[in-house]
């Protein structure tokens, strides 16, 4: 088993955002890469447009939830989501968010806000919105921290996802794509 | 290599119910024990298993089916959530007493928090009541696990087993290993004994003196003993841990550097707790701290109360989850190792809302324009989110609808003034608890309105299909049980079914029923519409209203408080309405709602 420090991220949106997938994509590229992983879901009543949010966790942990002051990263694919779940960032930690304008700067981390809900409108496909932050926020951590996978491993999970649906494949790799080349572009 | 495979808590249930011989699987969909058993025929359809999977219309006739297998040689398991087995309660308490003959797993899922439940009640409470061993796993790996603890001990001592998961086990995933299935065969085989099967008082009396001889044996039973996680800790101060907090307190001892310092045992079979163990514990520590969701059954069973602390002391909370970080405070104030209290911000979250589209909005509104003054007793299911609307005054419990519009009708009959009712029940919730109840409000002419919110679908737990629906959980076909006839058949006299989309049409026949009620007795109104999680974007396209603001929105606000739909907002800085497209389904219902006219289509 290859050898990683811990990591601990937090990915939240409002239901039907398409939160639950990219938690899932993460957590399969982490076996890919023979890691052992933890994921705790947001299920039931919050689905219907309520906050959700998922923990996911790679390395050697017993228990699914982040403690607060824990994670190191945040994905957060709408605006209030982030001030709902910024709380479980320690310092030194990252976060992407879906945002007209970047939010407040806090000391020691660096928080980048994108403005996913624009780039999804540019592809002509509203429901990718989690892909692209998912690629941007690929572009923008691969560098940071020595993350456990890299955007190849996170296409090679997506292309074994979506293998039978040809068409979903395709705007799927696109929109993941546009948000990595937006992340490294700036 | 073995294959590991990410596994949600629930499909690694499943996996470990169909390795382990599982031959009949049955549940009543409810978070978070739903994926189990559309999990459980994912693994029965890519294997080929031969076996039995299917919804029920409720959990008491799931735990009756399932029974009923396991004595006739057969390992089966019933599944459900906490409050589900509020339901099959009835048929738990007698089944325990006669015992099974092959594997018998009660699987009954609770929900600390609550995140989706109407309770936080503890389910191995309720396997005390019955005196049934319970087993509480910390992880979807080790609820794997626990399912083959589970068939062995129901089959040492012929009692049924409950395993007892949570929020956080059944919807963690991990990666989980894959064993082999075991393809046994099943040949069942129903041996008649009326004195245990059927047993009247004398021989009841007879099987209870054998479940309490069961249960001592249960509490000496090596394989689900409690494990001393850390050996090498020496101490005069113990703590004991079961389900999720046991993975927390884990995780927690070896950050905080106290993994060398304090005996941590996790308890596997909170109840009956093992007697040995028990010993142990209290001769052996002076203080002992005891963390377990939600109710202190492990601390109860623990007779010296001055050496425990937890839920019974006071010290661990008693209501809600108990979070990693609450239990780092435990940890720390029982180590006398400093802890910082973190502060946390309360930020007010986003409250769920009906998706856009939903029919059931249209139902809604339609029943304030139909009875504005009424009473409005409603249920369980997406449409509890009416509330947001002051659609539903009442939520209760599983077909309580019914029976508090019952409650509320007699309450006021004699008043010169009745207020209207109108009660909301789902298609799904209607067969599960509803029947009983409207033939009473029959047979006492309730005079009241029920509308069942018919869309085809048990939309809130992940459009399962209801009776109605003609299809399994294999998606195999059915037969479909038809609402109206069932109505009917109850002895409703008015009936009437209409699309709620067609908003003015069905706020004039809701009017009308209204009026049948005050005169003459219930009227049922079925409002028939798909849920739109069942609708494809083709078909969709095909009934397509585009809808847009006009300039006559004056931003007075009406659509976005009485009707909520998500797609419609109204902020501080905006003088109009705004639609937002990414949202809308273009239902065109909302055509009907702006006292204003200002909401219109977008071609004339
Ligand atoms: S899932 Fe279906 S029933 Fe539930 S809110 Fe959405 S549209 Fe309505
Ligand atoms: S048409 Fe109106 S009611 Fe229907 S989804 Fe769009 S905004 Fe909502």
């Given at each position: 088993m290859q050898q990683i420090q811990n990591q601990q991220y937090v990915i939240s949106g409002v239901g039907g955002q398409g939160v639950l997938f990219i938690t899932r994509l993460l957590a399969e590229t982490a076996i890919l890469k023979g890691l052992p992983v933890f994921t705790a879901e947001t299920h039931g009543?919050?689905?219907?447009?309520g906050i959700v949010l998922s923990h996911l966790k790679v390395g050697?942990?017993?228990?699914p939830l982040i403690r607060p002051f824990q994670a190191d990263g945040l994905i957060a694919l709408k605006a209030e989501a982030f001030e709902a779940h910024k709380h479980y960032l320690k310092p030194d930690s990252w976060a992407v968010v879906n945002k007209k304008q970047v939010p407040r700067q806090t000391k020691n981390s660096s928080f980048i806000a994108i403005d996913a809900n624009h780039l999804a409108q540019k592809i002509d496909n509203f429901r990718s919105i989690n892909l692209i932050m998912l690629g941007f926020a690929m572009a923008k951590a691969g560098n940071a921290s020595n993350l456990f996978c890299t955007s190849q491993d996170l296409e090679i999970v997506l292309s074994q996802r979506l293998a039978n649906n040809k068409n979903f494949h395709h705007t799927a790799l696109k929109a993941f794509n546009t948000g990595f080349s937006e992340g490294r572009n700036e | 290599m073995p294959e590991r495979k990410l596994m949600l808590g629930n499909e690694a249930i499943a996996r470990g119910l169909v390795e382990n011989g599982c031959a009949v699987a049955t549940s009543y969909p409810g978070t978070p024990a739903s994926e189990i058993l559309s999990a459980v025929a994912a693994e029965q359809k890519q294997n080929r298993l031969s076996m039995h999977t299917q919804w029920a219309i409720n959990e008491k006739v799931a735990f009756e089916i399932a029974y009923a297998a396991c004595i006739t040689g057969l390992r089966s398991a019933v599944s459900m959530k906490q409050v589900g087995l509020n339901v099959a309660s009835d048929p738990l308490m007698s089944a325990a007493y006669m015992g099974v003959k092959k594997g018998f797993l009660i699987i009954s899922a609770d929900d600390p928090g609550p995140h989706s439940s109407q309770t936080e009640q503890d389910s191995r409470l309720m396997a005390m009541m019955a005196k049934i061993p319970v087993l509480d796993p910390d992880s979807p790996a080790q609820a794997k696990k626990m399912i083959e603890l589970g068939y062995t001990l129901s089959e040492a001592f012929n009692i049924p087993v409950m395993i007892r998961p949570t929020t956080r086990v059944c919807h963690a995933r991990q990666d989980v290993i894959l064993e082999e299935i075991v393809f046994v065969k099943n040949l069942p085989d129903f041996e008649k004994d009326p004195l245990r099967w059927a047993a009247t008082p004398k021989f009841r009396f007879q099987l209870h003196k054998e479940l309490e001889q069961k249960l001592k044996a249960i509490a000496a039973h090596l394989a689900t003993a409690p494990l001393l996680l850390n050996p090498e800790a020496k101490a005069d101060n113990a703590i004991v841990v079961s389900g999720v907090a046991a993975a927390h307190s884990k995780e927690l001892l070896k950050e905080l550097g106290l993994w060398g310092k304090i005996p941590l045992y996790q308890v596997l079979q909170p109840y009956p707790l093992h007697t040995e163990f028990k010993n142990h514990l209290l001769n052996d520590y002076t203080n002992i701290l005891v963390i377990e969701e939600t109710t202190g059954i492990i601390e109860m069973q623990l007779a010296d109360h001055a050496k425990i602390k937890g839920k019974l002391s006071g010290m661990v909370p008693v209501v809600g989850e108990l979070l990693p970080e609450i239990i780092e405070k435990l940890i720390c104030d029982f180590c006398e190792k400093e802890y910082s209290p973190v502060d946390l911000p309360q930020v007010p979250g986003k409250r769920p809302t009906l998706c856009a589209g939903c029919p059931h909005r249209a139902s809604f509104f339609a029943i304030k324009k139909a009875a504005p003054k009424g009473i409005y007793p409603s249920d369980i299911g997406c449409y509890t989110l009416g509330l947001n609307f002051g659609a539903v005054d009442t939520v209760l419990c599983m077909g309580a609808a019914i029976g508090q519009a019952a409650g509320f009708y007699h309450a006021h009959k004699n008043e010169e003034k009745r207020p209207d009712i109108i009660a909301t029940i789902g298609d799904s919730t209607f067969f599960h608890a509803g029947v009983p109840a409207l033939i009473d409000a029959v047979v006492q002419n309730v005079q009241f309105v029920l509308v069942i919110l018919d869309n085809r679908t048990t939309a809130m737990t992940g459009n399962q299909p209801t009776p109605a629906s003609g299809v399994g959980v294999l998606d195999e076909p059915l037969h479909a049980v038809d609402i109206a006839a069932l109505v009917k058949g109850c002895g409703v006299s008015y009936c009437k079914t209409a699309d709620p989309y067609e908003l003015q049409d069905f706020i004039k026949l809701l009017k009308k029923a209204v009026q049948y009620s005050r005169a003459k007795g219930p009227a049922v109104v079925i409002a028939r519409h798909p849920c739109v999680l069942n609708i494809s974007p083709a078909e969709r396209k095909a009934f397509a209203i585009p809808v847009k603001i006009a300039k006559e929105c004056d931003g007075c606000g009406y659509c976005v408080k009485h009707?909520?739909?998500?797609?419609l907002s109204l902020n501080e800085t905006e003088t109009k309405v705004i639609l937002d497209q990414l949202l809308c389904i273009e239902c065109g219902v909302c055509l009907h709602i702006c006292p204003k006219n200002a909401i219109i289509p977008q071609k004339e």
């Open positions: 009543m919050a689905q219907r447009g050697n942990f017993y228990s | 009707f909520e739909c998500p797609a």
